[in-house]
């Protein structure tokens, strides 16, 4: 072997060791990533179960909190995001809708209560006028 034949194998050798490294962390970064992303996964599908109403915001803060913990940790996180930022999460009992305090009628407009009403004594009576008056009705409001 000559020496520009050894030199052009280790040349080849040390290109082949560094694309090697260069694997080898990519994988650890994707690892990393694919980690990551398990733990989004996860907070987000425990964070809906838990009733987030904002969920972005709700998974952004968990994330921040479980910063290089375990999985374990989630249900923690969950729980304790559920105490601390209630208005994040709904089904709250301390809001209290206001009720109607007399019975009242629902608002139909008049146009639609005429109709039915015609439709209503046209069909009752079977008269050629009344069925007339409401067809008349009908095709107006159409």
Do not use: W
Request: aromatic share 2%; charged share 25%; glycine share 4%.
């Amino acid at each position: 072997m000559s020496a520009s034949q050894v030199q052009n194998d280790e040349s080849q050798e040390e290109s082949q060791t560094d694309r090697l490294a260069q694997a080898h962390q990519k994988i650890a970064q994707m690892s990393q990533d694919l980690d990551a992303l398990q733990i989004e996964q996860k907070l987000t599908h425990k964070l809906a179960a838990a009733g987030a109403i904002d969920l972005e915001t709700a998974v952004l803060v968990a994330k921040a909190r479980i910063e290089g913990t375990t999985a374990a940790d989630i249900d923690g996180c969950v729980a304790q995001l559920r105490k601390e930022k209630a208005y994040l999460f709904g089904g709250s009992a301390e809001v209290i809708a206001s009720r109607k305090t007399a019975p009242a009628k629902d608002r139909v407009p008049t146009s639609q209560t005429a109709l039915e009403q015609a439709a209503k004594t046209a069909a009752r009576t079977g008269s050629r006028a009344d069925l007339q008056h409401y067809l008349k009705l009908r095709k107006n409001l159409m």
